[in-house]
Protein backbone atom coordinates (compact mmCIF):
# COMPACT_ATOMS: atom_id res chain seq x y z
CA UNK A 1 0.00 0.00 0.00
CA UNK A 2 1.34 3.39 -1.28
CA UNK A 3 1.70 6.29 1.95
CA UNK A 4 2.21 9.78 1.70
CA UNK A 5 4.98 11.04 3.03
CA UNK A 6 6.71 13.49 1.39
CA UNK A 7 6.20 17.45 2.18
CA UNK A 8 7.37 20.21 0.28
CA UNK A 9 10.85 20.15 1.62
CA UNK A 10 11.28 16.57 1.19
CA UNK A 11 10.10 16.40 -2.54
CA UNK A 12 12.18 19.38 -3.28
CA UNK A 13 15.01 17.90 -1.50
CA UNK A 14 14.54 14.53 -4.17
CA UNK A 15 14.02 16.82 -7.04
CA UNK A 16 17.25 19.08 -6.63
CA UNK A 17 19.13 16.09 -5.66
CA UNK A 18 18.41 14.39 -9.15
CA UNK A 19 19.14 17.54 -11.19
CA UNK A 20 22.56 18.27 -8.79
CA UNK A 21 25.00 15.38 -9.86
CA UNK A 22 28.09 14.78 -12.11
CA UNK A 23 26.63 16.77 -15.62
CA UNK A 24 27.89 20.64 -13.90
CA UNK A 25 31.21 19.10 -12.15
CA UNK A 26 32.02 17.10 -15.90
CA UNK A 27 30.11 18.71 -18.60
CA UNK A 28 31.66 22.25 -19.00
CA UNK A 29 34.72 20.57 -20.27
CA UNK A 30 33.32 19.16 -23.26
CA UNK A 31 31.69 22.42 -23.56
CA UNK A 32 35.01 24.41 -24.28
CA UNK A 33 35.89 21.76 -26.89
CA UNK A 34 33.63 23.53 -29.58
CA UNK A 35 33.12 26.96 -27.68
CA UNK A 36 35.39 29.44 -27.12
CA UNK A 37 33.53 32.58 -25.49
CA UNK A 38 32.90 32.27 -21.95
CA UNK A 39 29.63 34.28 -22.41
CA UNK A 40 27.86 31.36 -24.90
CA UNK A 41 29.02 29.12 -22.42
CA UNK A 42 27.32 30.61 -19.56
CA UNK A 43 24.33 31.65 -21.60
CA UNK A 44 24.14 27.90 -22.26
CA UNK A 45 22.82 27.40 -18.59
CA UNK A 46 20.71 30.38 -18.76
CA UNK A 47 18.97 28.59 -21.46
CA UNK A 48 18.84 24.99 -19.84
CA UNK A 49 17.26 26.76 -17.23
CA UNK A 50 14.62 28.13 -19.29
CA UNK A 51 14.06 25.21 -20.96
CA UNK A 52 14.13 22.87 -17.65
CA UNK A 53 11.42 25.54 -16.14
CA UNK A 54 9.42 25.14 -18.95
CA UNK A 55 9.18 21.14 -19.17
CA UNK A 56 8.54 21.27 -15.24
CA UNK A 57 5.77 23.53 -15.64
CA UNK A 58 4.15 20.91 -18.06
CA UNK A 59 5.25 18.19 -15.67
CA UNK A 60 3.88 20.01 -13.08
CA UNK A 61 0.48 20.32 -14.40
CA UNK A 62 0.02 16.58 -15.44
CA UNK A 63 1.64 15.42 -12.15
CA UNK A 64 -1.69 17.49 -10.27
CA UNK A 65 -3.53 16.08 -12.70
CA UNK A 66 -2.21 12.20 -12.60
CA UNK A 67 -0.93 11.72 -8.98
CA UNK A 68 0.17 8.56 -9.07
CA UNK A 69 3.91 7.21 -9.00
CA UNK A 70 5.51 6.14 -12.54
CA UNK A 71 6.11 9.60 -14.25
CA UNK A 72 6.57 9.07 -17.92
CA UNK A 73 5.21 6.02 -17.54
CA UNK A 74 1.57 7.69 -15.94
CA UNK A 75 1.31 10.13 -18.72
CA UNK A 76 2.18 8.86 -21.81
CA UNK A 77 0.13 6.51 -21.33
CA UNK A 78 -2.58 8.84 -20.55
CA UNK A 79 -1.94 10.80 -23.11
CA UNK A 80 -1.07 8.64 -26.38
CA UNK A 81 -1.17 5.19 -25.83
CA UNK A 82 -0.29 2.25 -23.39
CA UNK A 83 2.66 1.74 -25.46
CA UNK A 84 3.76 4.93 -25.33
CA UNK A 85 3.25 4.92 -21.38
CA UNK A 86 5.66 1.45 -21.60
CA UNK A 87 8.50 3.00 -23.55
CA UNK A 88 8.54 6.15 -21.18
CA UNK A 89 9.10 3.51 -18.08
CA UNK A 90 11.50 1.64 -20.15
CA UNK A 91 13.58 4.14 -21.02
CA UNK A 92 13.38 5.82 -17.62
CA UNK A 93 14.77 2.01 -16.26
CA UNK A 94 17.29 1.57 -18.22
CA UNK A 95 18.71 5.18 -19.20
CA UNK A 96 17.13 7.90 -17.16
CA UNK A 97 18.24 6.10 -13.67
CA UNK A 98 20.36 3.17 -14.36
CA UNK A 99 22.88 5.29 -16.51
CA UNK A 100 23.39 8.19 -14.42
CA UNK A 101 23.28 5.96 -11.50
CA UNK A 102 26.16 3.85 -12.86
CA UNK A 103 28.21 6.96 -14.04
CA UNK A 104 27.56 8.96 -10.55
CA UNK A 105 28.72 5.76 -8.85
CA UNK A 106 31.94 5.09 -10.88
CA UNK A 107 32.61 9.11 -10.58
CA UNK A 108 31.97 8.60 -6.57
CA UNK A 109 35.04 6.06 -6.39
CA UNK A 110 37.38 8.03 -8.51
CA UNK A 111 37.17 10.94 -6.08
CA UNK A 112 36.90 9.11 -3.13
CA UNK A 113 39.76 7.17 -4.37
CA UNK A 114 41.61 10.86 -4.22
CA UNK A 115 41.66 11.35 -0.71
CA UNK A 116 42.09 8.00 1.03
CA UNK A 117 43.43 5.08 -0.15
CA UNK A 118 40.87 2.86 -1.60
CA UNK A 119 40.83 0.76 -5.22
CA UNK A 120 37.76 3.55 -6.60
CA UNK A 121 35.45 0.55 -8.11
CA UNK A 122 35.67 -1.18 -4.43
CA UNK A 123 34.55 1.90 -3.12
CA UNK A 124 31.56 2.58 -6.24
CA UNK A 125 30.11 -0.86 -4.72
CA UNK A 126 30.04 -0.20 -1.61
CA UNK A 127 28.67 3.10 -1.44
CA UNK A 128 26.10 1.70 -3.71
CA UNK A 129 25.38 -1.25 -1.54
CA UNK A 130 24.54 1.34 1.71
CA UNK A 131 22.69 3.15 -0.67
CA UNK A 132 20.04 0.33 -1.39
CA UNK A 133 20.29 -0.53 1.97
CA UNK A 134 19.31 2.72 3.47
CA UNK A 135 16.33 2.28 0.91
CA UNK A 136 15.53 -1.02 2.23
CA UNK A 137 15.12 -0.27 5.34
CA UNK A 138 11.57 1.95 5.20
CA UNK A 139 10.09 4.80 4.04
CA UNK A 140 10.82 6.98 6.99
CA UNK A 141 14.88 6.41 7.40
CA UNK A 142 14.78 7.17 3.38
CA UNK A 143 13.47 10.30 3.88
CA UNK A 144 15.31 11.33 6.32
CA UNK A 145 18.83 10.39 5.05
CA UNK A 146 17.58 12.15 1.39
CA UNK A 147 16.77 15.43 3.25
CA UNK A 148 20.12 15.18 5.37
CA UNK A 149 22.30 14.60 2.44
CA UNK A 150 20.54 17.18 0.28
CA UNK A 151 21.29 19.96 2.82
CA UNK A 152 24.58 18.66 3.14
CA UNK A 153 25.11 19.01 -0.92
CA UNK A 154 23.41 22.37 -1.22
CA UNK A 155 26.36 23.93 1.53
CA UNK A 156 29.15 22.27 -0.19
CA UNK A 157 27.75 23.50 -3.26
CA UNK A 158 27.11 27.18 -1.70
CA UNK A 159 30.38 27.21 -0.17
CA UNK A 160 32.39 26.79 -3.15
CA UNK A 161 30.47 28.90 -5.07
CA UNK A 162 31.45 31.26 -2.76
CA UNK A 163 35.22 30.95 -3.21
CA UNK A 164 35.02 30.84 -7.10
CA UNK A 165 32.94 34.24 -6.94
CA UNK A 166 35.78 36.23 -4.69
CA UNK A 167 38.51 34.44 -5.81
CA UNK A 168 41.15 36.97 -5.64
CA UNK A 169 43.19 36.24 -8.93
CA UNK A 170 40.32 35.85 -11.60
CA UNK A 171 41.16 34.41 -15.05
CA UNK A 172 39.60 36.76 -17.85
CA UNK A 173 36.00 36.02 -18.98
CA UNK A 174 36.78 35.80 -22.19
CA UNK A 175 33.85 37.08 -24.48
CA UNK A 176 30.57 38.12 -22.43
CA UNK A 177 26.74 37.87 -23.60
CA UNK A 178 26.34 40.97 -25.42
CA UNK A 179 29.73 40.08 -27.01
CA UNK A 180 29.41 39.42 -31.13
CA UNK A 181 31.66 36.29 -30.99
CA UNK A 182 29.70 34.89 -27.89
CA UNK A 183 26.16 35.63 -29.95
CA UNK A 184 27.03 33.84 -33.57
CA UNK A 185 28.41 30.83 -31.22
CA UNK A 186 25.17 30.69 -29.53
CA UNK A 187 23.23 30.11 -32.89
CA UNK A 188 26.20 27.15 -34.23
CA UNK A 189 25.97 23.16 -34.08
CA UNK A 190 27.97 22.59 -31.60
CA UNK A 191 26.05 25.21 -29.75
CA UNK A 192 22.83 22.70 -29.58
CA UNK A 193 24.74 19.55 -28.67
CA UNK A 194 26.48 21.24 -25.97
CA UNK A 195 22.87 22.32 -24.99
CA UNK A 196 22.15 18.15 -24.75
CA UNK A 197 25.57 18.20 -22.07
CA UNK A 198 23.53 20.87 -20.03
CA UNK A 199 19.82 19.03 -20.66
CA UNK A 200 21.49 16.02 -19.05
CA UNK A 201 23.26 18.23 -15.95
CA UNK A 202 19.16 19.30 -15.19
CA UNK A 203 18.02 15.53 -15.75
CA UNK A 204 16.07 15.48 -12.68
CA UNK A 205 14.15 18.29 -12.99
CA UNK A 206 10.59 15.42 -13.48
CA UNK A 207 11.65 13.30 -10.66
CA UNK A 208 8.12 14.61 -8.64
CA UNK A 209 6.22 12.34 -11.06
CA UNK A 210 8.22 9.70 -10.21
CA UNK A 211 6.99 9.69 -6.81
CA UNK A 212 3.82 11.48 -6.67
CA UNK A 213 1.66 8.58 -5.62
CA UNK A 214 4.00 9.38 -2.14
CA UNK A 215 3.87 13.28 -1.71
CA UNK A 216 1.69 14.69 0.48
CA UNK A 217 -1.09 17.16 -1.51
CA UNK A 218 0.37 16.84 -4.56
CA UNK A 219 -1.86 18.79 -6.12
CA UNK A 220 -0.05 21.98 -4.42
CA UNK A 221 2.98 20.10 -3.30
CA UNK A 222 4.36 19.26 -6.91
CA UNK A 223 4.21 22.38 -8.80
CA UNK A 224 5.93 24.24 -6.04
CA UNK A 225 8.50 21.45 -5.08
CA UNK A 226 9.18 21.31 -9.41
CA UNK A 227 9.25 25.51 -9.84
CA UNK A 228 11.17 26.02 -6.37
CA UNK A 229 13.84 23.81 -7.00
CA UNK A 230 14.20 24.01 -10.90
CA UNK A 231 14.90 27.80 -9.63
CA UNK A 232 17.45 27.08 -7.13
CA UNK A 233 19.42 24.17 -9.12
CA UNK A 234 19.83 26.50 -12.13
CA UNK A 235 21.05 29.40 -10.31
CA UNK A 236 23.84 27.19 -8.68
CA UNK A 237 24.54 25.83 -12.10
CA UNK A 238 25.06 29.22 -13.37
CA UNK A 239 27.53 30.52 -10.52
CA UNK A 240 29.17 26.92 -10.61
CA UNK A 241 30.27 27.43 -14.09
CA UNK A 242 30.86 31.06 -13.51
CA UNK A 243 33.20 30.03 -10.63
CA UNK A 244 35.04 27.48 -12.93
CA UNK A 245 35.41 29.93 -15.42
CA UNK A 246 36.98 32.51 -13.24
CA UNK A 247 39.80 30.51 -11.97
CA UNK A 248 40.71 28.18 -14.81
CA UNK A 249 41.92 28.99 -18.15
CA UNK A 250 39.48 27.92 -21.01
CA UNK A 251 42.36 25.93 -22.53
CA UNK A 252 42.95 23.97 -19.66
CA UNK A 253 38.93 22.85 -18.98
CA UNK A 254 38.55 22.00 -22.73
CA UNK A 255 38.14 18.10 -23.25
CA UNK A 256 38.47 18.10 -19.16
CA UNK A 257 35.84 15.76 -17.12
CA UNK A 258 37.80 16.87 -13.43
CA UNK A 259 36.72 20.68 -13.67
CA UNK A 260 35.78 21.00 -10.80
CA UNK A 261 38.58 19.70 -8.95
CA UNK A 262 40.56 21.93 -11.50
CA UNK A 263 39.04 24.71 -10.27
CA UNK A 264 39.53 23.63 -6.72
CA UNK A 265 42.92 23.32 -7.38
CA UNK A 266 43.56 26.75 -9.03
CA UNK A 267 42.24 28.67 -5.59
CA UNK A 268 43.40 26.42 -2.59
CA UNK A 269 46.84 24.72 -4.61
CA UNK A 270 46.62 20.57 -4.33
CA UNK A 271 45.05 20.25 -1.21
CA UNK A 272 42.10 22.26 -2.54
CA UNK A 273 42.10 19.68 -5.09
CA UNK A 274 41.48 16.68 -2.74
CA UNK A 275 38.89 18.69 -0.68
CA UNK A 276 36.99 19.29 -3.74
CA UNK A 277 37.01 15.81 -4.42
CA UNK A 278 35.20 15.15 -1.11
CA UNK A 279 32.47 17.85 -2.08
CA UNK A 280 32.02 16.01 -5.26
CA UNK A 281 32.02 12.73 -3.33
CA UNK A 282 29.32 14.04 -1.03
CA UNK A 283 27.23 15.82 -3.81
CA UNK A 284 26.98 12.64 -5.93
CA UNK A 285 25.91 10.36 -2.80
CA UNK A 286 22.74 12.78 -2.92
CA UNK A 287 22.45 12.66 -6.38
CA UNK A 288 22.35 8.82 -5.96
CA UNK A 289 20.37 8.33 -3.14
CA UNK A 290 17.48 10.32 -4.95
CA UNK A 291 17.99 8.78 -8.34
CA UNK A 292 17.41 5.47 -6.70
CA UNK A 293 14.21 6.60 -4.98
CA UNK A 294 12.95 7.43 -8.43
CA UNK A 295 14.18 4.49 -10.20
CA UNK A 296 12.19 1.93 -8.02
CA UNK A 297 8.97 3.28 -8.33
CA UNK A 298 9.56 3.54 -12.01
CA UNK A 299 10.81 0.39 -12.29
CA UNK A 300 7.77 -1.05 -9.55
CA UNK A 301 5.09 0.91 -11.56
CA UNK A 302 6.05 0.00 -15.46
CA UNK A 303 7.02 -3.93 -13.48
CA UNK A 304 2.68 -3.93 -12.96
CA UNK A 305 1.77 -3.91 -16.49
CA UNK A 306 3.59 -6.80 -17.28
CA UNK A 307 2.20 -10.43 -16.32
CA UNK A 308 5.82 -11.64 -15.95
CA UNK A 309 7.19 -8.89 -14.60
CA UNK A 310 5.01 -8.61 -11.67
CA UNK A 311 6.86 -9.77 -8.99
CA UNK A 312 8.72 -6.28 -9.20
CA UNK A 313 6.11 -4.38 -8.77
CA UNK A 314 5.01 -5.80 -5.07
CA UNK A 315 5.58 -3.54 -2.18
CA UNK A 316 6.30 -4.42 1.34
CA UNK A 317 3.33 -4.03 4.22
CA UNK A 318 5.76 -0.46 4.70
CA UNK A 319 5.02 0.58 1.62
CA UNK A 320 8.63 0.18 0.26
CA UNK A 321 9.23 -1.36 -3.45
CA UNK A 322 11.84 -3.93 -2.35
CA UNK A 323 11.99 -5.79 -4.98
CA UNK A 324 12.45 -3.01 -7.52
CA UNK A 325 14.95 -1.71 -5.51
CA UNK A 326 16.99 -4.73 -5.53
CA UNK A 327 16.53 -5.29 -9.32
CA UNK A 328 17.75 -1.67 -10.35
CA UNK A 329 20.41 -2.19 -8.32
CA UNK A 330 21.38 -5.41 -9.77
CA UNK A 331 21.05 -3.41 -13.12
CA UNK A 332 23.58 -0.58 -12.17
CA UNK A 333 26.08 -3.17 -10.91
CA UNK A 334 26.32 -4.34 -14.99
CA UNK A 335 26.11 -0.79 -16.40
CA UNK A 336 29.07 0.04 -13.77
CA UNK A 337 31.00 -1.58 -16.71
CA UNK A 338 30.36 1.63 -18.84
CA UNK A 339 33.79 3.12 -19.96
CA UNK A 340 33.15 6.29 -22.54
CA UNK A 341 31.90 9.05 -20.28
CA UNK A 342 31.03 11.70 -23.19
CA UNK A 343 29.28 8.76 -25.15
CA UNK A 344 26.79 7.59 -22.31
CA UNK A 345 25.99 11.21 -21.70
CA UNK A 346 25.24 12.03 -25.21
CA UNK A 347 23.34 8.52 -25.44
CA UNK A 348 21.13 9.37 -22.23
CA UNK A 349 20.62 13.13 -22.96
CA UNK A 350 19.05 12.43 -26.32
CA UNK A 351 16.99 9.23 -25.16
CA UNK A 352 15.46 11.77 -22.30
CA UNK A 353 14.75 14.23 -23.89
CA UNK A 354 12.96 12.35 -27.15
CA UNK A 355 10.37 11.14 -23.72
CA UNK A 356 10.59 14.65 -22.26
CA UNK A 357 9.58 16.27 -25.50
CA UNK A 358 6.80 13.20 -25.95
CA UNK A 359 5.32 14.07 -22.47
CA UNK A 360 5.06 17.99 -22.70
CA UNK A 361 3.65 17.45 -26.40
CA UNK A 362 0.57 14.90 -24.23
CA UNK A 363 0.06 17.68 -22.20
CA UNK A 364 -0.99 19.74 -24.64
CA UNK A 365 -3.16 16.99 -26.01
CA UNK A 366 -4.65 16.19 -23.08
CA UNK A 367 -6.08 20.07 -22.56
CA UNK A 368 -8.03 18.93 -25.56
CA UNK A 369 -8.93 15.61 -25.39
CA UNK A 370 -9.42 15.32 -21.96
CA UNK A 371 -10.45 18.94 -21.01
CA UNK A 372 -13.13 18.12 -18.16
CA UNK A 373 -10.61 16.12 -16.47
CA UNK A 374 -9.85 18.59 -13.26
CA UNK A 375 -6.87 20.36 -13.02
CA UNK A 376 -5.84 21.73 -9.76
CA UNK A 377 -2.64 23.25 -11.75
CA UNK A 378 -2.64 24.98 -14.71
CA UNK A 379 0.93 25.17 -16.22
CA UNK A 380 1.88 28.89 -16.73
CA UNK A 381 1.99 30.38 -19.64
CA UNK A 382 0.32 27.98 -21.45
CA UNK A 383 0.92 27.53 -24.37
CA UNK A 384 3.74 29.98 -24.93
CA UNK A 385 5.62 27.81 -21.98
CA UNK A 386 5.48 23.94 -23.47
CA UNK A 387 6.10 25.91 -27.26
CA UNK A 388 9.08 27.49 -26.09
CA UNK A 389 10.48 23.49 -24.23
CA UNK A 390 9.03 21.80 -27.49
CA UNK A 391 10.88 24.08 -29.81
CA UNK A 392 14.21 23.91 -28.00
CA UNK A 393 14.06 20.32 -27.99
CA UNK A 394 13.36 19.98 -31.15
CA UNK A 395 16.50 21.73 -32.38
CA UNK A 396 18.42 20.32 -29.64
CA UNK A 397 17.82 16.42 -30.75
CA UNK A 398 17.43 17.38 -34.78
CA UNK A 399 21.29 18.87 -34.31
CA UNK A 400 22.34 15.98 -32.23
CA UNK A 401 20.91 13.05 -34.54
CA UNK A 402 22.80 14.78 -37.56
CA UNK A 403 26.20 15.89 -35.72
CA UNK A 404 26.01 12.43 -33.14
CA UNK A 405 24.45 10.17 -35.04
CA UNK A 406 25.45 7.05 -33.28
CA UNK A 407 24.74 8.50 -29.70
CA UNK A 408 21.43 9.43 -31.33
CA UNK A 409 20.73 6.12 -33.41
CA UNK A 410 22.04 4.18 -29.64
CA UNK A 411 19.01 5.90 -28.01
CA UNK A 412 16.59 5.70 -31.24
CA UNK A 413 17.55 1.70 -30.73
CA UNK A 414 16.64 1.64 -26.96
CA UNK A 415 12.86 2.60 -27.42
CA UNK A 416 13.00 0.29 -30.36
CA UNK A 417 13.89 -2.78 -27.84
CA UNK A 418 11.12 -1.72 -25.66
CA UNK A 419 8.81 -1.55 -28.18
CA UNK A 420 9.86 -5.40 -28.81
CA UNK A 421 9.33 -6.21 -25.17
CA UNK A 422 5.83 -4.92 -25.18
CA UNK A 423 4.97 -6.46 -27.98
CA UNK A 424 5.87 -9.79 -26.92
CA UNK A 425 4.89 -9.19 -23.44
CA UNK A 426 1.02 -8.53 -24.60
CA UNK A 427 1.52 -11.59 -27.21
CA UNK A 428 2.22 -13.83 -24.08
CA UNK A 429 -0.73 -12.50 -22.42
CA UNK A 430 -2.98 -12.92 -24.93
CA UNK A 431 -2.01 -16.47 -25.69
CA UNK A 432 -3.10 -16.69 -21.57
CA UNK A 433 -5.82 -15.25 -21.57
CA UNK A 434 -4.93 -12.35 -19.59
CA UNK A 435 -5.78 -8.35 -19.89
CA UNK A 436 -2.75 -7.19 -22.19
CA UNK A 437 -0.28 -4.26 -20.73
CA UNK A 438 -1.77 -1.07 -20.21
Known amino acids: ?23 VFTSLGFQALDLHTGGALLSLWIVGGIVALCGAIAYAELGA ?15 WHPVAGFLGGWVSMTVGFAAPIALS ?3 FGRYLSAIVPVDARMASLAMLGVVVAVHLAGLHAAKRFQVAITGTQ ?4 AAFVVAGVTYGRPVPLESGLGDGRALQEMFSAPYAVSLVYVSFAFTGWNAAGYIAGEIVNPERTIPRAVVASTLVVTALYLLLNFAFLRTVPLAELAGKVEVG ?17 GIIAAVLLASISSMVIGSSRVTQAVAESLPQWRILGVRGTDGVPRNAIIAQGLLILVLLLTNSFEAVMLYAGFTLNLMSLLTVLGMMRLRRTAAMMPRP ?4 GYPLSPLVYVALSVWTLGTLLLQRPGASLAGLATVAVGYGIWLLGNRRAASRGSHPAR
Do not use: D, K
Not at 268 to 275: I, K, L, S
Open 261 to 277: ALSARAMFGAWGGQAMS
Open 154 to 157: LCLV
Open 105 to 107: SMA
Open 65 to 79: LLPRSGGEYVYLGQA
Open 1 to 23: MTQRHFGFPGATSVLVANMVGTG
Open 377 to 380: YHAW
